[in-house]
């Protein structure tokens, strides 16, 4: 059998593609914490560096990581049609003692996110759910350079409570799915034992925990007013 | 028997006829149970009182009743065995009841186990898995001095804790997917952990994967429910081994 229309292989490339995204969002989050001002110039520099970057290089990386997507959603979506046929007919008492909620819920969680991926890249990538703070066509200068204004279009965009409400909702859809998907990884590409295995479930929520606290801070502090444009 | 105090249950119990039947549940009062009574021994009583009536005995798997062959196989209030830890129904003991309790049962649900009658299902399905895979055909040649082949006392006994499974069928039962990892990854693994099953190692996980997709069984996502049914205690580590034991076929 191909190591594509396997039980195991495609798991491992749902463990593989979903770790790259988990990886993605740590960076994601470190890069984008830079709008707290530890990065001299803030997020606009931050911003600006990435733009910077050789074109072959940001296409490069846009395209593995929608490659990447591609393959987790397509997977996801094969395997969970699969297994919701794996038990015809469903127990007239429900008593799990082992699932949870999170590992229940994953296919959900994760049209979730990826609903929310469309938005978040119309808002901040393509910049047109609110056109009048695009930063593509708001610069501001940054040493001796006009850059895009990111800082006054994400802080534009989470003055607005309902945007607010959607990244922080989106980000308990993450929390979720990760608090899974984390242990899930090692145990699918055989990294666990019976000894790391309860760790790394602890290990893997802790993870997805940090992540969650470390986005919703943003909206968070903008929608309270702490952090300014 | 005059001694003891006994119980009346209300038993809610899966009837089909056969694999082509809808099947749907009865309501069945089950009387003079006492705490003693083995659940399998419960059932017995019921059918006695359904045969006197003229009505036809609920029909389940059973054989040792010793809690080491894995033929019982009813899904208890919704747990495989019964939720009861390490036990298999005919050691579950109407103790864990009271006077009054409902209880709900049903034969393991999966796509790959048709039921064949009320709460027997067909598990040839796992038969089929070992049959592609779980042997080695190496020649072992005569019979070897004792202590030939050096194997650490930890992996003998990690080889004998896979060993363990009964193929009773609970870790299909629990997982929501339907899903044969536990008992593929206990066979795949009480082999590959040994110096005779490593020779095969690589083509046996392959065919005994593809064994069980092939034999309907849904995918594994980490839910653990298989561990949390098993009467043995098989790990889930043996999951996280038969992926590995996958991963490094794909390089041999």
Not at chain 1, 68 to 96: D, M
Not at chain 1, 127 to 133: A, G, L, R
Not at chain 1, 142 to 170: E, Q, W
């Amino acid at each position: 059998m191909q190591f594509t229309s396997s039980s195991i292989g495609r798991k491992i490339l749902m463990a593989i593609t979903g770790q790259a995204m988990v990886l993605f969002a740590v960076v994601h989050l470190l890069g984008n914490s830079s709008i707290f001002g530890w990065l001299n110039g803030g997020i606009n520099a931050y911003a600006e560096h990435l733009h910077s970057m050789p074109l072959p290089i940001i296409l490069g990386f846009r395209l593995a990581l929608l490659a990447i997507v591609c393959v987790h959603i397509w997977f996801g979506i094969q395997l969970t049609l699969e297994n919701r046929g794996g038990r015809p007919r469903q127990y007239a008492v429900k008593s799990t003692q082992k699932a949870t909620f999170a590992s229940e819920n994953m296919i959900w969680t994760g049209v979730l996110i990826g609903l929310f991926l469309l938005y978040h890249l119309a808002h901040f990538t393509f910049q047109i759910i609110s056109p009048e703070t695009a930063a593509l066509k708001n610069l501001v200068p940054l040493h001796s350079d006009l850059v895009p204004n990111v800082l006054g279009m994400v802080v534009a965009g989470f003055k607005n409570f309902f945007v607010s409400f959607i990244y922080a909702g989106a980000m308990v859809a993450l929390f979720l799915h990760l608090s899974h998907g984390i242990q899930s990884f090692f145990q699918t590409i055989g990294w666990s034992n019976d000894r790391s295995q309860p760790l790394l479930v602890k290990f893997g929520t802790l993870v997805a925990l940090a992540l969650f606290l470390g986005y919703v801070t943003i909206p968070l502090t903008i929608f309270a007013g702490i952090l300014k444009g | 028997m005059s001694d003891h105090k006994t119980m009346t249950l209300t038993l809610i119990v899966w009837r089909q006829k056969n694999a082509n039947d809808p099947g749907k549940f009865e309501t069945y009062t089950a009387k003079n149970i006492t705490e003693h009574h083995s659940f399998l021994e419960m059932l017995d009583c019921v059918n006695e009182d359904l045969i006197h009536a003229g009505k036809d005995p609920i029909v389940f798997d059973h054989d040792c009743r010793e809690g080491i062959c894995g033929m019982c196989s009813q899904v208890i209030n919704g747990a495989p065995h019964g939720g009861q830890d390490r036990t298999t129904v005919c050691q579950l003991h109407m103790r864990k009841f009271k006077d009054g309790d409902t209880i709900y049962i049903e034969p393991w649900r999966a796509r790959a186990f048709p039921i064949v009658r009320d709460l027997i299902v067909d598990r040839s399905a796992l038969d089929k898995i070992t049959q592609a895979g779980g042997y080695t055909s190496c020649h072992t040649g005569g019979v070897a001095d004792g202590n030939a082949i050096l194997i650490p006392k930890t992996i003998a006994d990690e080889a004998m804790d896979a060993a363990e499974c009964v193929g009773c069928g609970a870790c299909v039962a629990g997982c929501p997917n339907g899903a044969a990892m536990l008992y593929t990854g206990a066979k795949v693994s009480q082999l590959a952990l040994l110096p005779q099953g490593k020779a095969e190692a690589a083509q046996r996980v392959k065919n005994m994967t593809d064994a069980m997709t092939e034999c309907g069984f849904g995918n594994c996502t980490n839910h653990y429910e298989c561990m949390a049914a098993c009467p043995k205690g098989i790990n889930v580590k043996f999951i996280a081994r038969m992926n590995r034991e996958f991963i490094k076929a794909q390089f041999a």
